[in-house]
């Protein structure tokens, strides 16, 4: 082989990874800039003596604006349901009624039925996992500990 033949079997290499590399780089481009957070411009907020929001500005300026963009976070639903719990005295299953406090992102038992009257608790719950006992899987969702029953389930 001459030379000039080898010469231009490797600059046809190197242009074959540029043309590559350039290829991976415009198309990679776009997906990394749409990643990138827009600019935004600080701008604060004056409270004027009728607690009014003003803007430094004068643009107008939407009342509305931050209540929109909170999260709004919804209160914790109380319901009362049956608790189940493996009496030792009985060798046998028995059930109590129980207050569950059902929030976005916890779940916890805040009270069971006495004797005749409603005692307060305040136990976090945890979901029945796969590792549970297989009848448990298939019949609770949830169970807490308390120190009077050991584990209630509901």
Avoid at 8 to 18: G, L, P, R, S
Avoid at 46 to 67: C, L
Avoid at 119 to 133: G, I, L, T, Y
Wanted: hydrophobic fraction near 35%; proline fraction near 5%; glycine fraction near 6%.
């Amino acid at each position: 082989m001459s030379g000039r033949l080898v010469g231009n079997i490797v600059i046809q290499a190197i242009m074959k990874k540029i043309l590559l590399f350039v290829t991976i780089l415009m198309t990679s481009c776009p997906i990394f800039a749409q990643s990138i957070p827009p600019l935004v411009r600080y701008e604060p907020v004056i409270v004027d003596r009728n607690g009014n929001r003003v803007n430094t500005d004068g643009s107008p300026y939407d009342e509305n604006y931050y209540r929109q963009n909170t999260p709004q976070v919804t209160p914790a639903e109380v319901i009362t349901t049956r608790g189940y719990y493996f009496d030792n005295d009985v060798m046998n299953w028995s059930s109590i009624l129980i207050k569950v406090e059902v929030g976005e992102r916890r779940v916890k038992l805040v009270g069971y039925k006495g004797r005749g009257n409603w005692q307060k608790c305040n136990a976090h719950a945890r979901e029945v996992s796969f590792s549970d006992d297989e009848f448990i899987q298939q019949n609770f969702s949830y169970y807490a500990n308390l120190s009077r029953f050991g584990t209630i389930y509901f």
